[in-house]
Structures are given as C-alpha cells and as structure tokens.
C-alpha cells in the first residue's frame, strides 16, 4: 500500500449497451497525492468523466480497487460512500447544479446540513466563502438571478463548504466565457495553493496547463502522465484539516429533519397547482368522512329530540301483550290505584292515569274533530309540556270531576283564531267544558305536529263521558339517573302481584332510543365506509404526483446525493413532503366540512349539523397514515437512486 491520498489500482469500468459490454475505463491504475493539481485531460468518450465519477465515490468500478487514505471502498456500504463525499470532496459540475428553489447561501449549506453543522455555523461559513468568492452583495439570489461565471462560484463555495481536502471540477470552464472562465482558473490554483487537491477533468489542453499535473487518457486507458509545473507544484501550501466539533446526535437529527421540513415546503410553494390537485383527493375524502358523521349525529339528535317529546325517560303501561293483541280492549285491570301504587316507588318522577276517546269539539259554530284525553295533573310533567297562558288544574279537579280543560296551540288557533280562549266554553260531544289553560307549541315525535288536543282530568272522561272505571294507560316518567331497564322490570313486577298476572305491556322510550341510536349508528359507519373509498383514492393519487415529483426531481436528488445527502435524508424529505401534503389536504378538507355545515344552518332547513372532535382527529391520524403509506414508495424509489444516473438526467 502507498502513501498516496487516491490510488486506484486495475479499475475497469463497464456498462451495459443491450446484449453487449461497453468497456468505458480498462485496467486503469493511477495514484493522487495529497495537495497535488491534477488534469485528467481527453476526448469526448474517453473515459475521463467516468474517471472522475469513480474517484469522487459518485460511481463504484466494474472491478479492481479503489482506496482512499488507504481505505478500501469496495466494500463501503452506500451511505459510507455518502460520508466520504461529505467530508473530503466537494464537486463542481459544469451545469453548476445549483438548487433552483434556494438562494446563494442556502446552496453553499446543503453539505453541511448533511455533516450536521449548527444552523448558526454553517450560514456563517456560507456567508464567508461567498464574500471571498467575491459574491457578498448576492447572497440572496437565487440561481436564476446570478449570471453563469457566479452560479459557478457558487458551486465553488459548495464545493468548499466542509472543507474540501480533494476538489473535482469537471470541464469547469466548459459552460463560461472565456474571462470567467480564466477567472475560475485562477480561482481553482489559488485553493490549490491553500492546499487543496484539486482534480480537473477538461477536453482543452489549455486548460489543463493550468495545472502541475497531466493525465491524459484515450479509450478508457491511461496514454500519459506527467509533470505540468514542478516548480509551482513545489510551492503549494499544506491545507490545515478543519477542527470538527462535537455534535449532539439529538440536535443533529432534528436539524435534519427541520431541513427536510424546510425543503419539503419550498417544494409545495414552487408547485401549487400540482400541490393543490394532489392534495384535491384528500381534501374530498376528508371533507366526506367528517360530514358525513356530522350528518349522522345532527340526524340522531334532531330524531332523539323528537323522541323526547313523547317524554324524557318515560315508560308506558297498556293492557294486553301487544300492540297487535286483540284482547287488549276487553282488559279492563288498569286502574287509578295502580297509578298510585307506582307513585310510590323511589324512582319514580311523576306518574299519570290516562284515558282517551275521539269526538266532535265545538265552540260557537266552529266544529272539529280533536283528540281529547283525560290525564292527571302531573301528565304535563311527564311529557314535559309548558304553560303558554293561564293555568294548569290540580287534585281538587281530579276529585270533583272538573270540567275544566287544558288545549294546545293548535286548538286554540283552530278554534278562536288570535281571540284569547281562556274562560271560553266548548263542547267536547255534549259535555262543556271550560278552558282554563293553553300549552306552548309542541313538535310531535311522531303524526302531524297540528293534531287537535284537549286534556281534562282523567275522572271527567271516564265518569261523564265514558262510565269506565279503568284506565287506557298510565305513563310513567323515571327520574333523570335511575337505569331504564332496572326501573322496568321493577314497575312490571309490582303490577304482575297487584294484578296476578302480566295482563300489561310496557314501552320504554329509552329502548326506543337505543335502536335509533343504534341504526343512526350505523348507516353512519356505512356512509363514513363509502367516503373513506375517496379518501384511498386521493392516496393513490398523492403516491402517482408523487412518482412524477420525483421524476422531475431526479437532478436535484442527484446532487443532494452528490454533496453527501444520506438515503435516509432524501427518503426523509420526500416522506415528509408527502405526509404535510395530506395534512394541509386533511385541513382544507375539515375546513370545507364547516364551511358545509355553514351553509346548510345558513339555508334556514332547521338542521344542524354536529361535528365530532373524534372524528377531526380520526381525519388527522388517516391524513398522516395516507402521507405515510402512499408516499412511502415514492420516497423509497428517491433514496435509491444512482446518484451519477440521478446527476446525468435533465
């Protein structure tokens, strides 16, 4: 093994052209020494750039060995050749290769956000060797902005940026006039007289005389090599190794990850129409799965609040086994002392005795047909009816059979029109009565909401209307804490020993509930099954823009690789790039749900919908897992990438 820095020994190199091998570099041996100026100088085709290439790790040979400091690269590991190209080489390509989204400094810095640097030091360092590079009034600018001779310069500075023991330049001329391109000459000898190893890969002989040393190779085998300037070569200085401080693995892996964030959003701002409709899938999906469970609770509500104007929390007692049971009508066992025996259970709120009957309501030469129903005082109570005007009657008008009567809105706006009905007398067949009370309006739960209704205690109807002495019905409200399932079951025993067998059935509003809840329920989850189809198709397209991003992107990943960029920080950026875009697309997305739910309260259709903070986190989570699983690929496909091919394609 020799001292020298860069010794490459029996290196071939061959590609692929169909069904043949194309030999580009054959049997090649070469040593560099540290501190030289080297001019690999050729043909167009003769192997210098894949020359180049190899010795800057961009490119591994065919076969033969490669060492660096006495290093065997063969068998270095993709992301230890990443490392090398960090620390000890810094390149400067012909088309610059320049970042176009980032400006002068943040160009000079992308090798060492690789290398870890502090955010501080390395914008510093950046700032110094443009200002050296005589560029200190465009640190700002981006490429597109600085003319050829200084994105070159830029490139220098890169080049420069962790040190750059061993810089490569290929055809660094190649793209400038000829002032900026003798400007950049004088630029390469000057940090060869600083110290560092510089090797220039040119076709033109006049500027490889710029250097101490020329290699000069013909069909991938070196022809000469020779000393251009011993006495120049003889004066060079002895580059001093940058000082390397202690870095903080925590810090340095969130710097990273903030750079890749950084980038990943520059990335969406250069692009927003593309952005914009990769995110459109997502933004549908999103904004479907939170509607629709929004819908579906509004529904349920609105349907649970029409429920409860049967009763909060009610139970119905009824004579027979069923609604379908035709005997009901002949039991007659329901009776007022069952009423008050329920009474006095714990957990009871209120109960009262009903009995029903249709028949003609007239008042002055206005006649309808209405509902009138005989209840107890704490009826109102129980389905939690309010007062509109004048009062409700109490035990002494159960006891006396009052002809008293209670109407809702709908009566007394059938009935007297706007004329206020309190003391009015009507007849309820032939019996008169005076009304003492209106209700509030009240929706139904179910039946048309202007249905005609009078109450008159409960003894009234059965004594002077009917001559029963038994009951429809007794209704039952619980109170607000006590299980509805326990309190029925207790309800039906007591009146199975009063009564000697179950001759009784009971409805329980709040299983009535239950199954609402549980259907609401359901065609929610359907619904919420159906929008989450969007939301795996707008994933598929973040993975297909995704594909193409990194197409287009190809050069760029090509020299992030090339200034040391690991595979997990270009899989990083691209991961990250995928998962913000279905994050902003989750936001518009939830966004665009309340903006629907605006305008469906603003339409005025007495419908709100209501928004679950479960399901906004749900759409959250199924955001980043969307970013995560479908640009995963697209990220891996970047991290793969040859770095040399990455660089070769526009």
Avoid at 114 to 126: D, I, L, N
Avoid at 449 to 471: E, K
Avoid at 555 to 567: F, L, N, S
């Amino acid at each position: 093994m020799t001292d020298a820095l860069l010794h490459i020994s029996g290196v071939s190199r061959c590609f692929s052209a169909g069904e043949q091998q194309l030999t580009v570099l054959n049997n090649v041996d070469l040593e560099i020494k540290r501190g030289e100026m080297v001019a690999i100088v050729g043909a167009s085709g003769s192997g210098k750039s894949t020359l180049m290439n190899i010795l800057g790790c961009l490119d591994k040979p065919s076969k033969g060995q490669y060492f660096i400091n006495g290093q065997d690269t063969s068998q270095m590991e993709v992301d230890q050749l990443a490392a090398l190209r960090r620390e000890h080489f810094g390149f400067i390509f012909q088309r610059y290769h320049l970042l176009g989204d980032l400006d002068a400094v943040a160009n000079v810095e992308v090798p060492a956000v690789y290398a870890g640097k502090s955010k501080h030091s390395r914008h510093q360092r950046a700032e110094e060797l443009l200002t050296r590079l005589g560029l200190g009034t465009r640190l700002d600018h981006k490429p597109s902005q600085l003319s050829g001779g200084q994105q070159q310069r830029v490139s220098v500075a890169r080049a420069l940026m962790n040190g750059g023991d061993v810089i490569l330049a290929d055809e660094p001329t190649g793209a400038l006039d000829s002032h900026s391109g003798k400007e950049m000459m004088l630029l390469l000898q000057e940090l060869h007289q600083d110290g560092h190893t510089i090797i220039l890969v040119t076709h033109d002989m006049d500027v490889a005389q710029f250097a101490d040393r020329i290699i000069e190779i013909k069909d991938g085998e070196i022809i000469q090599d020779y000393v251009n300037n011993k006495e120049r070569f003889t004066t060079q200085k002895q580059l001093e190794p940058r000082a390397e401080k202690s870095k903080n693995i925590v810090s340095t892996q969130i710097d990273r990850i903030s750079e890749a964030f950084k980038m990943a959003l520059i990335a969406m701002s250069s692009h927003r129409l593309r952005t914009f409709l990769t995110m459109l899938g997502i933004i549908i999906g999103i904004a479907s799965v939170v509607s629709v469970v929004a819908l579906g609770s509004g529904t349920q509500q609105q349907i649970l609040q029409n429920i409860s104007s049967l009763g909060t929390n009610t139970i119905d007692v009824r004579p027979g086994t069923g609604f379908g049971d035709r005997r009901s009508g002949r039991i007659k066992t329901l009776t007022a002392a069952d009423a008050k025996a329920l009474e006095n259970l714990p957990f009871i709120d209120s109960v009262t005795p009903s009995v029903s009957t249709s028949v003609t309501i007239r008042a002055g030469n206005q006649a309808v047909t209405g509902s009138v129903q005989g209840v107890g005082p704490a009826y109102f109570r129980v389905y939690d009816y309010q007062l509109n005007q004048g009062q409700f009657w109490d035990e002494n008008s159960i006891k006396t059979l009052a002809q008293e009567a209670m109407i809702d809105s709908n009566t007394s706006q059938e009935l007297f029109d706007d004329a206020n009905p309190i003391g009015q007398v009507i007849f309820l067949g032939r019996l008169p009565v005076r009304i003492i009370g209106v209700t509030k309006p009240k929706d139904q739960a179910f039946g048309r909401s202007d249905t005609l209704n009078v109450w008159i205690p409960y003894t009234t109807v059965a004594g002077r209307m009917l001559g029963q002495n038994y009951l429809n019905s007794i209704s039952i409200r619980l109170n607000p804490e006590v299980p509805s399932d326990a309190a029925e079951q207790s309800i039906i025993s007591l009146l199975t020993i009063r009564h000697g067998t179950a001759d009784f059935f009971t409805i329980n509003s709040d299983t009535i509930r239950q199954n609402i809840e549980k259907t609401t329920a359901t065609m929610t989850l359907l619904i919420s099954a159906i929008a989450v189809i969007s939301l795996i198709v707008g994933g598929i397209g973040v993975m297909n823009i995704m594909l193409v991003s990194v197409t287009e992107r190809t050069r760029e990943i090509g020299v992030r690789m090339a200034v040391g960029a690991r595979q997990s920080d270009i899989l990083r950026q691209f991961l990250i790039e995928a998962i913000l875009v279905c994050l902003f697309g989750g936001l518009l997305g939830i966004g665009l749900a309340y903006l629907l739910g605006f305008a469906l309260q603003s339409s005025g259709a007495g419908f709100q919908m209501i928004y679950s903070s479960n399901s906004i986190i749900a759409a959250f989570l199924c955001s980043t897992l969307i970013g995560v699983l479908f640009g995963f690929l697209p990220a891996q496909n970047a991290a793969k990438l040859d770095p040399i091919d990455a660089l070769a394609r526009d």
